[in-house]
């Protein structure tokens, strides 16, 4: 990717590592790994004849197995995972092998039957490709990636040879061009059907597809894009040159502040909207972003408004139309297996009871029950518990790690379930014993002109009368939401005393679950301290646990290394920083102040803070931590000498700075110096 836009909501979060390796080989690899999913066996399929123990997942039909080749093997799978994986680590979303992991392997599981199912129609309705299909297929693949001398010569390092490419895809191509041919016959989609979904959801393709040809200058404060703007409205200076010298934006300054065409949704909201309402050609601003003060100057703009402006636009034409088609397909598929009985039997246990919990949470209201989830709940706490001698249970650690999270999961929804449930109790019985009796006698219409009233006096009152008004306005709110919640606990035949019983009834529940999750997390813990969900989580339900504590608060550090330690993507990325690194120095700080915390602890803690200053080039605070990590420890190794090295860099920062104007000082003399000539 050439440049980063700083401001477009899919680069809000902090600069992954590898993007531009991903943009290089990334989609080409994505594409690549997917055939590769669908590896064939190494031997000739009358010659193979596994069981079904195995297989991960098997294809039925009224209860009995399908022939092996409707059955996902584990190299499918784990081809199949492999390829997302390597994706969701491209796009630096946060992966862990516990509780990502399992989540993935069964979204994989669940596909590749899918596809097994889409095989097995198109055998049953002679829709299998010819071999010729295949090759041509499998000819135009490598003709397209190997146009690119790099991609060429990457795909020669990785499988030997041309030809061994070709055999590798070659069983990923037959699959998909089954699909395609099935897609095609079940699941045809006309012009109606577009039009049917433009008008639907009209919205939702705007937001996706109007866009704009921007280009900005980001500045760093209000008062200077003002004074930056008028120097551009007035003339004397023309937009390319004003973001050449003025704005931060690095990627994009020397190219005018460019940025190309951009949807309404890729970008801030503050953003979206001064560009999609100024006039063509017409510098506005100051346009705040979570990233500084904008001036922005739309060149064009492409709005679908009507049918005939969608499919004008051929790209977002062919992608409503796309997903018009797998809707219709998928549709299609639940009721072929419906009608055929076709259902699918997991071999792997782990999968097994990820696929029983995800069905029965994602059943519709009309046939989730709590009963179904508590049942389920029994027997997994059964699968993952033993009774101890000391009649005390103990979590079975030599269960599959990957069914232990997913007790983590079923309890945290339980939790969250019974925590809203005291939370509303409590409430009610609250509101019960506050609102004044003369509030809820008055109607809905007259509570809401009365906060009416109370809005516009709160505009121009300041101080203690502002805070009077206020609270005013809140006993009405109050008023009003205590009447709502009487209508429900009627229905419920649910008193204000009731209300209380339920709601520390529910508080002991969510205190039980609590301890529960602690205890099979602690087990996590034990088995996987490298997991950083693991230890996030731990650290949330039970800080105390200060040797936790130090593990989460150095995989935080960690996290940020790559970033701090750059100077550029420190300021440029320094308001979402900052507020992380000041909650990691205080988390670790407060460490070493623990009298609870053993010396090592506070060692390992000051250790990170002085890695962290160093990274950072905050030479007194590394200096300060070194004194403390003296004072905790005088005989640690090179102590000494590593406080002369901070008390070095400190001395050769002051000497730079003081003989290196900034770049705001060297503009001020330069200014000074032309106005004086």
């Avoid at 008062?223 to 994009?252: C, M, P």
């Avoid at 506005?284 to 972003?289: K, L, M, T, W």
Wanted: glycine fraction near 2%.
């Amino acid at each position: 990717m050439k440049r980063m836009r700083k401001f477009v909501k899919k680069w809000k979060g902090l600069i992954v590592w590898g993007i531009a390796i991903f943009f290089t080989f990334g989609i080409v690899w994505w594409s690549i790994a997917m055939y590769m999913s669908y590896r064939r066996p190494s031997v000739k399929p009358n010659e193979y004849k596994p069981n079904p123990e195995d297989a991960v997942a098997i294809l039925t039909k009224e209860g009995t197995p399908l022939n092996w080749q409707y059955w996902v093997m584990p190299y499918e799978l784990e081809d199949r995972v492999r390829a997302m994986t390597q994706i969701y680590y491209q796009y630096g979303l946060s992966y862990d092998d516990l509780f990502t992991g399992p989540i993935m392997r069964l979204t994989a599981a669940r596909d590749l039957l899918d596809d097994k199912v889409t095989l097995y129609y198109a055998d049953t309705h002679g829709l299998r490709p010819k071999e010729e299909e295949v090759n041509q297929q499998i000819d135009k693949i490598v003709e397209k990636y190997t146009k690119d001398e790099k991609t060429k010569n990457y795909i020669i390092q990785r499988y030997g040879s041309i030809d061994a490419f070709k055999k590798k895809i070659a069983q990923g191509v037959l699959v998909e061009l089954v699909k395609n041919k099935v897609k095609t016959a079940v699941a045809k989609v006309s012009e109606d059907d577009v039009k049917r979904y433009f008008e639907e959801h009209k919205d939702e393709i705007k937001e996706n597809y109007d866009k704009v040809k921007v280009k900005h200058i980001l500045l760093d404060s209000k008062e200077k894009a003002e004074e930056v703007l008028t120097k551009i409205k007035s003339g004397e200076i023309d937009f390319t040159k004003a973001a050449s010298e003025y704005s931060l934006d690095e990627d994009t300054k020397k190219e005018g502040g460019e940025l190309g065409w951009l949807t309404k949704i890729s970008l801030d909201p503050n953003f979206a909207e001064a560009a999609f309402s100024a006039t063509l050609n017409e510098p506005v601003g100051p346009v705040e972003s979570a990233y500084g003060w904008h001036i922005i100057d739309v060149e064009d703009r492409k709005i679908i408004d009507t049918f005939d402006d969608l499919k004008e636009a051929t790209q977002a034409y062919k992608d409503v139309e796309n997903k018009i088609a797998r809707e219709k397909f998928k549709e299609w598929l639940d009721g072929y297996k419906k009608k055929e009985d076709i259902s699918y039997l997991f071999e792997d246990e782990s999968l097994r009871l990820y696929d029983e919990y995800y069905t029965i949470v994602s059943s519709t209201p009309s046939t989730y029950t709590d009963e179904k989830l508590d049942a389920f709940l029994k027997k997994l706490e059964s699968r993952i518990t033993s009774e101890s001698t000391t009649s005390t249970t103990v979590i079975n650690t030599d269960v599959d790690p990957t069914i232990l999270t997913l007790y983590v999961n079923v309890m945290e929804k339980k939790l969250n379930e019974v925590s809203e449930k005291a939370s509303k109790y409590r409430r009610y019985y609250t509101l019960s014993n506050s609102v004044p009796k003369n509030l809820l006698e008055m109607d809905d219409k007259e509570i809401e002109a009365k906060i009416e009233e109370l809005d516009e006096k709160l505009g121009n009152a300041t101080g203690t009368e502002y805070q009077r008004l206020f609270q005013e306005k809140m006993s009405y709110r109050d008023a009003q939401t205590l009447k709502r919640m009487s209508e429900e606990m009627e229905k419920e035949n649910v008193t204000p005393e009731d209300a209380k019983k339920l709601a520390e009834k529910y508080d002991k529940l969510s205190e039980d679950y609590k301890e529960k999750i602690k205890r099979v997390l602690r087990a996590l813990y034990e088995i996987a301290p490298y997991s950083k969900t693991v230890v996030s989580k731990l650290h949330n339900y039970d800080p105390t646990d200060l040797s936790v504590s130090l593990r989460f608060y150095q995989m935080k550090y960690e996290d940020m290394k790559p970033y701090i330690s750059d100077p550029e993507i420190m300021e440029t990325y320094k308001n979402q920083l900052l507020p992380q690194i000041f909650s990691v120095k205080l988390g670790l700080e407060m460490l070493t102040f623990d009298e609870k915390a053993s010396t090592d602890l506070k060692v390992q803690a000051l250790e990170t803070l002085v890695s962290l200053s160093r990274d950072m080039r905050d030479y007194q605070e590394e200096l300060r931590y070194l004194k403390k990590l003296k004072e905790i420890s005088p005989n640690y190794p090179d102590i000494d000498e590593l406080i002369k090295d901070a008390e070095s860099m400190i001395e050769t920062t002051k000497a730079t700075s003081s003989s290196t104007p900034t770049t705001l000082q060297s503009t001020e003399t330069t200014s000074t110096t032309e106005s004086e000539k």
